[in-house]
């Protein structure tokens, strides 16, 4: 059996709309520090590049090691990706991103083997070699935050699909949602209804001063806070976002008949919209089974996830070598 590169370091990497977040881990993938910085105004994938490089320069300097100390290098994106590749094939969330080699940008920027796939998916291996689907062999990460994806672990592996769009339940057409067709790298149906911004649309269509002392841009988990204090503008949103996730979960549950869902994302995270999702499924539990929970992991799920793949990375090529 191989051994992991012990005394070795990976970085981790979880490129966002917003923003860009690194962590530097040993070889057991302890977390030896943390760097972010915002990626408003980045002006394509050389500029995230260029920024990740600032900050893993950073990370090795505040903790006195010398830049040889890297082993491999894992990121994830917003978006469809070719995780054998290393190609980001579309997002909408990173503007000017369409079939971005962003595994040779790395490799060629650090030196180092590195791995890329799709954010979300690196959140199930996150939540599934540390988090809340530890034993699992068949799982679904559901990450609600801006947009909506997810993450499928069958027998014990991510499932990709034929063209890397498997987990790509944005799009999903369900009860109520807009039947409108979608360009390639928009917004879908089910992120209108259920996504961040979806959720502050549903907000504001319902608005009005008289029956909420909330902002009409308040954000949705603002709006969920409201509900939980029993609101009942607020918690009109709430039941049409967590009837519409019910929707899809028993939709993809029939489907894949996966024994657990695993809600994230800044939004899936709030107790409102896993409490309210998981009483609506229990209605109809003659036919679906799946237990749904929270992440275990939070915000670092796609961090942790990516540390895990660059480890593996690493590993992988010691096994060539």
Not at 193 to 222: H, Y
Not at 226 to 238: F, G, K, R, Y
Not at 296 to 306: C, E, N, P
Request: hydrophobic residues 45%; proline residues 4%.
């Amino acid at each position: 059996m191989t051994q992991e590169p012990h005394g070795q370091f990976v970085i981790g990497a979880d490129i966002g709309a917003t923003r860009l977040r690194l962590a530097l881990a040993d070889g057991e993938g302890s977390i030896k520090g943390r760097w972010s910085a915002s990626t408003v105004g980045a002006d394509g994938a050389a500029s995230i590049v260029g920024l990740m490089r600032a900050g893993v320069d950073t990370l090795l300097r505040a903790a006195s090691l010398p830049s040889d100390s890297l082993s491999a290098i894992a990121a994830g994106a917003p978006g469809i990706t070719n995780a054998d590749s290393g190609v980001v094939i579309a997002t909408s969330y990173l503007m000017g991103w369409r079939d971005v080699p962003l595994r040779q940008l790395l490799e060629t920027e650090f030196g180092v083997p590195a791995s890329v796939d799709n954010d979300v998916n690196l959140a199930a291996i996150g939540e599934h070699r540390a988090g809340a689907a530890q034993g699992i062999s068949d799982f679904v990460f559901l990450a609600i935050g801006t947009g909506v994806g997810a993450g499928i672990v069958l027998n014990g592996r991510l499932h990709h699909g034929t063209n890397w769009g498997a987990g790509e339940i944005g799009y999903m057409l369900v009860p109520g949602a807009s039947e409108a067709p979608v360009e390639r790298s928009k917004p879908g149906a089910l992120e209108g209804i259920v996504g961040g911004e979806g959720i502050k649309s549903q907000w504001q269509s319902r608005w009005s001063e008289k029956l909420t002392t909330l902002p009409r841009d308040a954000t949705a988990t603002q709006i969920f806070d409201h509900a939980l204090q029993s609101n009942p503008l607020a918690q009109e949103v709430l039941q049409l976002a967590s009837r519409t996730l019910a929707y899809a979960i028993y939709n993809t549950s029939l489907m894949l008949n996966s024994s657990l869902f695993v809600l994230g994302g800044t939004i899936g995270i709030h107790p409102a919209l896993c409490d309210t999702t998981r009483l609506i499924l229990h209605e109809r539990s003659a036919r679906v089974q799946s237990e749904l929970i929270p992440s275990a992991l939070g915000a670092d799920a796609q961090l942790t996830g990516a540390i895990f793949l660059a480890l593996d990375t690493a590993t992988r090529k010691l096994a060539l070598a």
